[in-house]
């Protein structure tokens, strides 16, 4: 299966800074279409995950352009910009191209 | 409003099988795919297997093969997942969530998993 390390794993944050989080795969994530298929997932306690971004750098339907993703082969960014107290929760990347589809171990976000 | 709407909680005893159901309501049902997931008590997500209604094409993961059956109905819009021979390991929230899907040759892509059921969670003891 393909192995996905994010970091870091936790991650505490002044409201209106920036954050950024790192995703690394065991392979890379590119198909012969030129596509990454990486996504970006959010999930909040008790609820369930919320997608951001697919295909490494498309914010998802409804997503604030504070969001954005980066990044191709095996190295990828989720950066968040003037973070936002709604935006603490565990943020998961996840890949597609593989099967099975796996997930990253997950990084908390908090505040400050 | 496009919603994906799961069966009630379960809760099971060991060696059972259990059956979940999701409901795909406000957008068309058979183009995308339909995924399974689960999320044992701080864990992250962990993928079981995708259906695409449209083709009739399902993949699953290499660790529930042979114990888990995805298919869906779309004269009812609803996909199933049933998962046999239950032990206490499988214990977690399983959610269906609807996604976008690429295919060729023999392979299909799952990604973009944009709507999501609200969970059911599945608790196995004796």
């Known amino acids: 299966d393909i192995e996905l390390t994010q970091s870091p794993l936790s991650l505490s944050v002044t409201p209106g800074e920036s954050a950024s989080i790192s995703c690394r795969s065991s392979?890379?994530?590119?198909?012969?279409?030129?596509?990454?298929?990486l996504d970006w997932y959010m999930q909040k306690p008790g609820q369930s995950p919320q997608v951001l971004i697919y295909?490494?750098?498309n914010r998802a339907a409804g997503i604030s352009d504070r969001f954005s993703g980066s990044g191709s082969g095996t190295s990828f960014t989720l950066k968040i910009s003037r973070v936002e107290a709604e935006d603490v929760g565990i943020y998961y990347c996840?890949?597609?191209?593989?099967?099975?589809?796996?997930f990253g171990p997950g990084t908390t976000v908090d505040i400050k | 409003q496009v919603q994906q709407v799961q069966t009630g909680a379960e809760v099971m005893k060991p060696g059972s099988s259990v059956k979940v159901s999701c409901r795909t309501s406000?957008?068309?049902?058979?183009?995308?795919?339909v995924n399974w997931f689960r999320q044992a008590p701080g864990q992250g997500p962990e993928w079981m297997g995708g259906?695409?209604?449209?083709?009739?094409?399902?993949q699953y993961a290499q660790k529930f093969q042979g114990r888990v059956t995805i298919a869906a109905d779309k004269s009812t819009h609803t996909a199933h997942m049933d998962l046999v021979n239950v032990t206490s390991e499988d214990t977690a929230t399983y959610y269906c969530?609807?996604?976008?899907?690429?295919?060729?040759?023999?392979?299909?892509?799952?990604?973009?998993?944009?709507?999501w059921g609200q969970g059911t969670r599945v608790t196995v003891s004796s």
């Open positions: 969530a609807r996604g976008a899907r690429d295919c060729s040759l023999s392979l299909c892509y799952f990604y973009y998993f944009g709507q």
């Open positions: 406000g957008v068309t049902f058979s183009g995308y795919s």
């Open positions: 259906i695409i209604p449209f083709l009739e094409t399902t």
């Open positions: 392979q890379s994530l590119v198909h012969a279409n030129g596509y990454s298929y």
């Open positions: 295909l490494a750098s």
């Open positions: 996840m890949q597609g191209l593989h099967t099975p589809v796996t």
